[in-house]
């Protein structure tokens, strides 16, 4: 059980406690140093960031336990999740603006537009209009998966166009 710090000995109110538990949930804000099993006045569980005296030992500085994240997880777990997430979003950052760069030097170097329009000039004058775009691994997959779910063979299909074509 928690004992009643007096004169504001918080110090020496969190040294007594013994076990992590009891220390990272005691009322006077402390935390456990888990080489030396030290219970130290501190709620913050970055404070090893900037205070290097904060547990007995400087080999066990980072691995501060606090009520926050509780015994299991550490000041240096803490760190480690904080740096994956933002390494994970500057690296999706980074992919995206190589994607744009790649596709952008495509437009400009390379073979040009993905889709566009073709106009074609007949005998008579007259112009003939058409959509085009250029097929990448996606669309030729939905192409052969949707010729293979037709039931028709491809000789019904241009029979059935040219009957109602012509």
Not at 5 to 16: K, M, T
Not at 93 to 111: A, D, E, I, Q
Not at 114 to 131: A, P
């Amino acid at each position: 059980m928690d004992q009643i710090v007096v004169n504001g000995d918080r110090a020496g109110a969190c040294w007594r406690i013994q076990d992590c538990h009891s220390c990272t949930h005691s009322s006077h804000g402390c935390g456990w140093c888990p080489y030396s099993s030290t219970c130290v006045p501190t709620t913050n569980p970055l404070k090893p960031l900037w205070d290097d005296q904060i547990c007995p030992l400087k080999a066990e500085r980072y691995e501060l336990r606090t009520k926050t994240l509780g015994c299991s997880y550490s000041t240096m777990t803490l760190l480690s999740i904080v740096v994956t997430v933002f390494a994970t979003i500057a690296a999706l950052v980074l992919l995206g603006l190589l994607g744009y760069v790649l596709l952008s030097l495509n437009r400009m170097f390379g073979s040009g537009s993905w889709n566009g329009v073709e106009i074609e000039v007949k005998d008579d004058g007259t112009r003939d209009e058409r959509q085009w775009r250029r097929s990448n691994a996606v669309t030729s997959f939905v192409r052969q998966t949707a010729l293979k779910a037709t039931k028709e063979s491809e000789q019904e299909q241009v029979t059935e166009r040219s009957r109602l074509l012509g």
